[in-house]
């Protein structure tokens, strides 16, 4: 099976940075999208950011210019770089990946969480 290990949240001020890590491992054919969600108390999980095997990135409006979803292939590593980070970035950051597991057989799995919280 696959297991997802992130890593890289903390406690920081308005306006920091933080770097998120993900790195897939186990039975892994290939990795096809790879990418970011996020949940804040109460709320729903939203998408935050995500990219494809072909690179090609997809961010939600409100971290659009701030946050840059990059991958390392050769790692099957996914990174979330975060810049001039809000209070409302609040939140429990999950990686998300689509792995072909098999030939023809893809599955969605999730990473364990890392906390992020920003302080005014």
């Known amino acids: 099976q696959v297991q997802l290990v992130e890593s890289g949240g903390g406690l920081v001020q308005a306006g920091g940075s933080l770097r998120l890590s993900c790195a897939a491992s186990?039975?892994?054919?290939?990795?096809?999208?790879m990418g970011w969600f996020r949940q804040a108390p109460g709320k729903q999980r939203e998408l935050v950011a995500s990219i494809t095997s072909g690179n090609s990135t997809n961010y939600a409006d409100f971290v659009k210019g701030r946050f840059t979803v990059s991958r390392d292939n050769a790692k099957n590593t996914v990174y979330l770089q975060m810049d001039s980070l809000k209070p409302e970035d609040t939140a429990v950051y999950y990686c998300?990946?689509?792995?072909?597991?098999?030939?023809?057989?893809?599955?969605?799995?999730w990473g364990q969480g890392t906390q992020v919280t920003v302080s005014s």
């Open positions: 186990g039975i892994i054919y290939s990795i096809n999208t």
């Open positions: 998300n990946t689509n792995v072909r597991i098999t030939r023809g057989v893809d599955y969605y799995y």
